[in-house]
């Protein structure tokens, strides 16, 4: 997959602290895509995001992460997915809150077909192991794809 040339700015406005996907979506409807959204003047964005928001756009801390992530997705089976992406999964679109980009790590094409999702905790009591055993037998009997959730917007896909 060739990297969009506009990602930088998806990127900026994803990794934005106090930056959320709402707030996010919002900013892209009334603008258009992120490009033009960081065309405009600060006073133009006030309305929809904070202060603190406006000011860490453009911060270098902000900068540094965009760099990391385009640094990622050069590397082989690296992606990154954007709500205008043809390859962005159809039924995520179809849900309430579905976050601007994802980061994949797989074959992404698999994300248009019926797949397994894994969601977990970092901090999960002992409990769930037994149920996480099923799951992984069902995970390896199921001709569907795994979906991960790694971290925050990201997808691993195999």
């Excluded at 930088?8 to 033009?36: D, V």
């Excluded at 994949?104 to 248009?112: D, F, I, S």
Aim: net charge negative; proline share 6%; aromatic share 4%.
């Amino acid at each position: 997959m060739t990297p969009d040339p506009g990602l930088a700015s998806w990127l900026q406005l994803s990794l934005t602290p106090g930056l959320g996907a709402s707030t996010f979506r919002r900013l892209l409807s009334q603008f258009g895509l992120p490009e033009a959204v960081l065309s405009r003047k600060r006073g133009e964005l006030s309305s929809l995001v904070t202060a603190s928001s406006l000011e860490a756009l453009e911060s270098e801390r902000v900068a540094g992460l965009v760099e990391r992530a385009l640094e990622w997705v050069s590397a082989a089976d690296h992606s990154i997915v954007t709500l205008a992406d043809q390859t962005y999964p159809r039924a995520l679109l179809e849900t309430a809150d579905p976050p601007p980009l994802l980061y994949a790590h797989g074959r992404v094409e698999l994300l248009q077909h019926p797949a397994i999702a894994v969601v977990g905790s970092r901090n999960a009591s002992a409990g769930p192991s037994v149920s996480a055993s099923v799951a992984a037998d069902v995970m390896q009997t199921s001709a569907r794809s795994t979906l991960s959730s790694a971290s925050r917007n990201s997808a691993l896909v195999t």
